[in-house]
C-alpha cells in the first residue's frame, strides 16, 4: 500500500512498515514537513496515498471539522507509544480493509489499542 506518514509519525513506525512491504512517504521528505493538514491531505489525495498520523489537530479536522469527506486517513490514538503493537495493528488493519482503502471515496480508520473504528461519509 502506498502512504504518506505525517510528520509526528515515529521513524520506528515508518521503517517498520517500509519493512513489511508499503511504500512509505515521510511528510518533511516530500516538501511537506511543518506544513498545513490541508496540504498534506490534499498531496495525499493527488498522489492516491493513505495518510497515517497521530496528529490529533489533524484527526480532529479529519473526523469533525472542515477536512471531513475528504481523502483516505488512518488516525492513531494510543495511550503509549509501544511501536511494536502500533505497526502490527496497522499492518492487520490495512490487511483487512484493503479494499474500503482502494476503493473510491474518502474513508477515516481510528485506531487505539486493540480495536478500531471506521468513519465513512453518508
Same mark, same amino acid.
Given at each position: 500500500?502506498?502512504?504518506?506518514?505525517?510528520?509526528?509519525?515515529?521513524?520506528?513506525?515508518?521503517?517498520?512498515?517500509?519493512?513489511?512491504?508499503?511504500?512509505?512517504?515521510?511528510?518533511?521528505?516530500?516538501?511537506?514537513?511543518?506544513?498545513?493538514?490541508?496540504? *498534506? !491531505?490534499?498531496?495525499?489525495?493527488?498522489?492516491?496515498?493513505?495518510?497515517? =498520523?497521530?496528529?490529533?489537530?489533524?484527526?480532529? $479536522?479529519? @473526523?469533525?471539522?472542515?477536512?471531513?469527506?475528504?481523502?483516505k486517513v488512518v488516525l492513531l490514538r494510543y495511550r503509549l507509544l509501544r511501536i511494536g503493537p502500533i505497526v502490527?495493528? *496497522? !499492518?492487520?488493519?490495512?490487511?483487512?480493509?484493503?479494499?474500503?482503502?482502494? =476503493?473510491?471515496?474518502?474513508?477515516?480508520?481510528? $485506531?487505539? @489499542?486493540?480495536?478500531?473504528?471506521?468513519?465513512?461519509?453518508?
Open positions: 500500500m502506498r502512504i504518506l506518514a505525517d510528520e509526528n509519525l515515529h521513524a520506528g513506525v515508518v521503517q517498520d512498515l517500509r519493512r513489511e512491504g508499503h511504500q512509505v512517504l515521510f511528510a518533511p521528505d516530500v516538501g511537506l514537513g511543518a506544513t498545513e493538514d490541508r496540504s *498534506i !491531505l490534499g498531496y495525499a489525495e493527488e498522489h492516491g496515498l493513505v495518510v497515517v =498520523s497521530g496528529d490529533k489537530d489533524f484527526g480532529g $479536522l479529519i @473526523e469533525f471539522g472542515p477536512l471531513w469527506g475528504r481523502g502490527a495493528d *496497522i !499492518l492487520s488493519v490495512l490487511k483487512r480493509e484493503r479494499s474500503l482503502l482502494e =476503493s473510491p471515496g474518502p474513508v477515516v480508520l481510528v $485506531l487505539s @489499542e486493540g480495536r478500531y473504528r471506521v468513519h465513512r461519509p453518508s
